[in-house]
């Protein structure tokens, strides 16, 4: 089992930036694919970034030019790096690890998540 812990979020101006960090235990993060989700309140937890092992990244349609994950494999940590961002965007954002698949945009996919970041938008 992996533990992950998410830092970043914040209260932020519409059209601003955060940088979300999901920080991994374990000697196998390398291997994993990691994804980010949101889950805004009322509403079901949604897929948002995907990057793969190989750093193959998939990307929401909603979040596409305005988002980038990235990873960096020795520090064991995954980031969201979040642009131009929207009251829409307003949710509680979560990492999550794949340790078998290439990167899915499926939540049931995942093997570990953390414990959430919360991440605020005001228009």
């Known amino acids: 089992q992996v533990q992950l812990v998410e830092s970043g979020g914040g209260l932020v101006q519409a059209g601003g930036s955060l940088r979300l960090s999901c920080a991994a235990s374990?000697?196998?993060?390398?291997?994993?694919?990691m994804g980010w989700f949101r889950q805004a309140p009322g509403k079901e937890r949604e897929f948002v970034a995907v990057?793969?092992?190989?750093?193959?990244?998939i990307y929401k349609d909603s979040v596409k030019g305005r988002f980038t994950i990235s990873r960096d494999n020795a520090k064991n940590t995954v980031y969201l790096q979040m642009n131009s961002l929207k009251p829409e965007d307003t949710a509680v954002y979560y990492c999550?690890?794949?340790?078998?698949?290439?990167?899915?945009?499926?939540?049931?996919?995942?093997?570990?998540w953390g414990q959430g970041t919360q991440v605020t938008v005001s228009s």
């Open positions: 999550a690890a794949d340790h078998s698949g290439p990167g899915s945009q499926i939540k049931d996919d995942y093997d570990d």
């Open positions: 374990g000697r196998t993060f390398s291997s994993y694919a």
């Open positions: 990057i793969s092992w190989r750093s193959n990244t």
